[in-house]
C-alpha cells in the first residue's frame, strides 16, 4: 500500500509540475505580445528596472540620484542591488526576465507548501493529493510580481524554521533562509512573517520553559541577512534626514462604519497584492470544516486549524482598522507609523488561508466520509478558477507590453524632437510616464513613493488650479502623492486614454512657469488639449501607429 501511495505521489507532482509549466507557458511563447498586469507593474516597476539598468547606478553609493527621473530621483527608490530580480532585468530583455521570475516564483512557492504540507501538517502518504493539490493552488495565485517570494516563500521559509524549532535542522533549511531575502523584499511580506516566528519563540519560552537559542539563532540570522540586503531601505528609513514624499502620507481616513465594510471585504476578497482568489470555492470550505470542529468537539485535536481559522480573520480586521482615522493622534505623535506600512500583516494571509484549506481538507475527509467527493471537487474547482486568472486570460482586453511600451512609436516622437535626451524633460497627460521613461526620455512626473518632498511641493504648483476644482485628486496627491502626474479635473484619476477615445481637454489650467524651470520642454499626451493656447502649449505634431494603441500629440511650452 506504502508503494502504490508513494507512486500515486510521485505521478501527482509530475502532473502538478506540467501544469505550472503550462501556467508560464504564454510568457515564454509570447514575450513582448504577452498581456500581463498594468496596475504596479507596467506602470512602475518594469520600466524603474530599465531605468535603473540604464542608469549605470546598480551599484550606486548611498548617496547617488538617477537623473532620467525627477531630475535626479535618489538611487535607493529602486530598491537593492543585491536583489535577484533586478539582475534578471539587467541581464535578460523585459519578458524574458518577467518570464524567468514568474516562474521561480511559482516553483518556490509549490516547493514551499509541499515541504510544508507534507514534513509539519499533513505527514501522512494518505494525504498526498490534498498536499500536492493545494500546493499547486497555492503556487497559480496572481501575485504581485515584483514582490518575489515575499509572500510565496513563506511557506518555504516555515518549513525551514519549524525543522530548526524542532531540532531537525541541517544545511538545508540554512540554505533556505540565505537565498530568500535575495529574492524577496522584507517590507513586502518577511518582516511580518519574522515577527510572527518571534512571537512563536516566546510562546515557546513561556509554555516550555525552554529557550530553543538555534530557533531564537536562525530568526536573528534570516533579519541579519535581509539588513545586508536591503540596507539602502535600512538607510533610508534609520538615517535619512532630507524629507520625502512618505513623510506627507496619511492613512488614517476610515470611519468606524468603512474601517468594518473594509475587514469584509479583505476576508472574502483579499487584497490586490496578495490575492488569493479564496472567496468562492476555498472559503466556504474553511467555514464547513470549522462547523465539523465545532459539531464533533475536535478544538484539541485540530487546534493548527482552529487557530488558523480566526488568524485569517485578525488579520483581515487589522489590516482594516490599520487605516481608521482614531489612529490620527498616534500617528501624529509617531512618525514611523505613516512612514512604514503596518497594515501589511496582511501579506501573511496566502500562507494562512492555503495551509488552513489543506487542513479543512483533512478535516472534511476524516469527519464527514459521506462528503468526501467535496474535497476532489474543490480543489479541482479552485484549481480551474486560478486558471482563469491567469495574466494572458485575465489582462486579454489590455495592451500587450509590446503595445503597452510601444517602442517604435516614441522611437519616432524622438526623432522628431532631435535633441539628446538629457537636454530636455517631459511630461505625461493621460498616460503613465513610466511608459516615457522606458523609452529613455528624461521625465519630470513618476510613479514612486519615494522622492524629495521638496520636489513634490515645486510639481504641485504646476497642478494648482486642477487639483483645487477636483478633491478626490487632491486628496491623492497631498496625502500619499506617490503618483506625482499631471493631474487633471476632467480625466480625474485614469492614465490609460487609447487612440480610440473621444476624450478631451477642454478647461484645463496647468501652470508651466514652474514646469519650465525644472527643465520641461514637451507634453506627451495621450487626448487632444482643445484649450492648448491658453496654457501656453503648442501642438507639434500627432503621433500613431498600427502597432501602438496610443495616439500622442506631443505638445511643445512656449
Not at 504596479?40 to 531605468?51: E, F, G
Not at 500546493?135 to 496572481?142: D, I, N, Q, V
Amino acid at each position: 500500500m506504502d508503494y502504490l501511495q508513494d507512486q500515486r505521489e510521485k505521478a501527482l507532482l509530475v502532473i502538478a509540475l506540467i501544469i505550472l509549466a503550462l501556467y508560464v507557458s504564454p510568457l515564454f511563447i509570447l514575450g513582448e505580445n504577452a498581456h500581463i498586469r498594468v496596475h504596479d507593474n507596467l506602470d512602475s516597476n518594469l520600466a524603474w528596472y530599465k531605468v535603473l539598468r540604464e542608469s549605470g547606478q546598480i551599484f550606486g553609493d548611498i548617496n547617488a540620484v538617477i537623473p532620467q527621473v525627477l531630475n535626479g530621483i535618489p538611487r535607493n527608490a529602486f530598491g537593492t542591488e543585491y536583489s535577484g530580480i533586478v539582475w534578471l532585468y539587467s541581464i535578460f530583455p523585459t519578458m524574458t526576465a518577467y518570464a524567468l521570475s514568474q516562474t521561480i516564483t511559482r516553483l518556490a512557492a509549490f516547493i514551499g507548501m509541499y515541504l510544508l504540507l507534507r514534513d509539519h501538517f499533513l505527514p501522512g502518504k494518505e494525504w498526498g493529493l490534498i498536499t500536492v493539490g493545494t500546493s499547486l493552488a497555492f503556487a497559480l495565485t496572481p501575485f504581485w510580481p515584483s514582490g518575489m517570494l515575499s509572500t510565496l516563500g513563506m511557506p518555504l521559509a516555515l518549513w525551514a524554521f519549524l525543522h530548526i524549532r524542532k531540532g531537525r535542522k541541517s544545511w538545508r533549511e540554512y540554505i533556505v533562509l540565505t537565498l530568500l531575502p535575495f529574492y524577496s523584499s522584507i517590507v513586502l511580506g518577511f518582516f511580518f512573517f519574522l515577527f510572527a516566528m518571534g512571537i512563536l519563540w516566546v510562546i515557546d519560552v513561556i509554555r516550555r520553559k525552554k529557550h530553543n537559542l538555534a530557533f531564537l539563532l536562525s530568526l536573528i540570522y534570516m533579519g541579519i541577512v535581509y539588513c545586508f540586503v536591503e540596507y539602502r531601505l535600512l538607510y533610508s528609513f534609520l538615517f535619512a534626514t532630507d524629507p520625502n514624499s512618505r513623510d506627507e502620507y496619511i492613512h488614517t481616513r476610515l470611519t468606524l462604519w468603512r474601517a468594518v465594510r473594509l475587514t469584509f471585504k479583505n476576508y472574502v476578497f483579499g487584497h490586490t497584492h496578495v490575492m488569493t482568489v479564496h472567496g468562492l470555492i476555498i472559503l466556504p470550505i474553511l467555514l464547513g470544516a470549522f462547523y465539523l470542529v465545532w459539531k464533533k468537539g475536535l478544538w484539541k485535536q485540530e487546534k493548527y486549524f482552529v487557530f488558523l481559522f480566526f488568524l485569517n480573520f485578525v488579520l483581515s480586521l487589522w489590516y482594516a482598522f490599520w487605516f481608521y482615522r482614531g489612529w490620527q493622534p498616534l500617528t501624529e505623535k509617531f512618525h514611523f507609523m505613516n512612514t512604514f506600512n503596518f497594515a501589511r500583516f496582511h501579506f501573511l494571509r496566502p500562507l494562512v488561508i492555503y495551509l488552513s484549506f489543506a487542513l479543512a481538507l483533512k478535516i472534511i475527509w476524516q469527519n464527514a466520509k459521506e462528503f468526501r467527493a467535496i474535497v476532489y471537487f474543490s480543489l479541482a474547482a479552485q484549481l480551474i478558477m486560478l486558471g482563469l486568472f491567469n495574466e494572458e486570460l485575465k489582462y486579454s482586453s489590455k495592451p500587450s507590453v509590446k503595445e503597452f511600451y510601444s517602442e517604435e512609436l516614441f522611437s519616432q516622437i524622438k526623432d522628431h524632437i532631435g535633441l539628446p535626451v538629457d537636454e530636455y524633460r517631459v511630461a505625461s497627460v493621460g498616460l503613465h510616464p513610466a511608459i516615457a521613461q522606458y523609452n529613455g526620455f528624461y521625465t519630470l512626473d513618476t510613479y514612486n513613493n519615494f522622492y524629495p518632498l521638496s520636489y513634490k511641493h515645486e510639481f504641485r504648483k504646476i497642478i494648482e488650479k486642477e487639483l483645487d476644482k477636483n478633491k478626490q485628486i487632491r486628496t491623492y496627491f497631498d496625502e500619499w502623492g506617490g503618483r506625482c502626474y499631471l493631474f487633471t479635473d476632467e480625466l480625474g484619476k485614469h492614465y490609460m486614454f487609447k487612440k480610440n477615445t473621444k476624450k478631451k481637454l477642454k478647461h484645463v489650467q496647468f501652470n508651466f512657469e514652474p514646469f519650465k524651470k525644472m527643465g520641461g520642454t514637451h507634453i506627451f499626451s495621450s487626448v487632444p488639449i482643445k484649450n492648448a493656447e491658453e496654457n501656453k502649449l503648442k501642438l507639434e505634431k500627432v503621433f500613431s501607429s498600427k502597432e501602438s494603441v496610443w495616439k500622442i500629440y506631443l505638445y511643445r511650452v512656449v
